[in-house]
């Protein structure tokens, strides 16, 4: 594939060059603390087409919109013309200013009543706009060199791994665009936390992330609604053209080879369990030459290295997210390690440890790895 994109660093040069770009309709490569984001202006209908198709997005899916630091809070969000505050009751009001003064800047996007200067391209013809105040310095540069409010979606291909680093924008959209800020390795690691609002103020978690249940209930002091067991039932979102969240379609995130998921951690599976978990890999398997990678959530790889070679009759390959067992590290490195992974030619199909935590960051990776290993 031909390299169009040059990485450049986030110098006051480069930015006034790539702000300029922008103000014109062009696109280009943002980092943020959560992933990599794909940064057009939200109001050119030309960038946002642009965006659609330079990720091959469906028109149904709509975009987070990326506001300046001057935006802490609705009536700020209202003066900017990006809400329309006559259509927020009170209680969203309250609990929304609460959200924003809390989690600001940082990895929460609210869904809200949108401005009618926001075009339905953005929205995908909702009613309503995604909101968020990314905490990276070079988004926050580019949002301000622009003086824009950017509409931003993860970079990377449809329905395949967000990007954490500017080299994976280059592998996943380097062909298509010419300019990605260098912003160094996002400290997040997983997307934002999507919410919207019940009209009594109550909040609806669409998508876990950076910002746990937990630490939403505490700011906000109202309940978190979110669907037992399962956020987002997959007969829902297959039976509904317009999906409340629907980047959240079942197949998303995933490695361009199969991932499968354990039950549980690999060590606590016996011997004679593992050898039944590891058939349904083995099997999609092509060719011989190539073994299995295996992604733990912690612990060291050496000994499952050795443990799970004695067990298959190919290569093994395998990586932790986070030898000392921290979820935020894990989370840090999810989509980096599943990439690489990825890109791995002597690993032909993908084993992962599920994330068995309902908790803070865990709930937010558990939900990716279902949904790369969906079939
Ligand atoms: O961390 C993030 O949120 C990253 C960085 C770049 O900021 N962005 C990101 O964007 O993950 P994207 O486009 O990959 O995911 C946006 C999610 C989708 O699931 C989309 O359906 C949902 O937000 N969304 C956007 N507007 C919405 C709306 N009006 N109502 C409900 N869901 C909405
Ligand atoms: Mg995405």
Avoid at 47 to 68: M, N, Q, W, Y
Wanted: proline share 9%; net charge neutral; with cysteine.
């Amino acid at each position: 594939m031909p390299q169009r994109a040059q990485i450049v660093d986030p110098t006051a040069e480069n930015l006034a060059r790539i702000a300029e770009a922008i103000q014109n309709g062009d696109i280009a490569g943002m980092p943020t603390e959560t992933v990599y984001g794909l940064a057009g202006d939200c109001r050119s209908p030309l960038a946002i087409t642009r965006i659609f198709e330079t990720k091959e997005r469906p028109s149904f899916d709509p975009l987070i919109v990326h506001v300046g630091l001057g935006h802490r809070g609705l009536f700020e969000l209202s003066r900017a013309e990006l809400i329309d505050l006559a259509q927020i009751p009170n209680p969203v009001r309250d609990v929304a200013n609460r959200l924003t003064r809390a989690f600001w800047p940082g990895p929460l996007t609210l869904i809200l009543p949108k401005h009618s200067s926001i075009p339905d391209l953005v929205t995908s013809g909702l009613s309503t706009v995604a909101l968020r105040m990314p905490s990276h310095p070079v988004a926050q540069a580019l949002i301000s060199a622009s003086q824009r409010a950017l509409a931003a979606p993860s970079a990377n291909r449809f329905g395949r791994i967000s990007p954490t680093s500017a080299q994976a924008v280059a592998e996943e959209l380097g062909d298509r665009i010419d300019w990605i800020l260098e912003g160094g390795e996002c400290s997040v690691g997983v997307e934002s936390t999507v919410i919207s609002f019940e009209n009594t103020g109550e909040i609806r978690m669409l998508r876990p992330g950076g910002i746990s249940k937990e630490e939403l209930e505490k700011a906000a002091s109202v309940k978190v609604l979110d669907r037992q067991g399962s956020f987002y039932p997959a007969a829902e979102i297959a039976g509904t053209p317009k999906p409340e969240a629907p980047g959240l379609l079942a197949s998303h995130y995933a490695p361009g080879k199969p991932l499968f998921l354990l039950p549980t951690q690999i060590s606590e599976i016996s011997d004679e369990k593992l050898r039944a978990c590891l058939k349904a890999p083995l099997e999609n398997l092509q060719s011989r030459s190539r073994g299995i990678g295996i992604l733990l959530l912690s612990g060291q790889p050496r000994p499952i290295a050795e443990r799970i070679s004695g067990l298959v009759p190919c290569p093994v390959s395998v990586a932790s997210l986070s030898p000392s067992g921290s979820i935020q590290e894990a989370a840090h490195h999810l989509f980096s390690e599943l990439r690489k992974l990825d890109r791995d030619p002597t690993v032909g199909v993908i084993l992962s440890e599920p994330c068995l935590s309902n908790s803070g960051l865990g709930y937010a990776i558990q939900d990716r790895l279902s949904r790369a290993s969906a079939k």
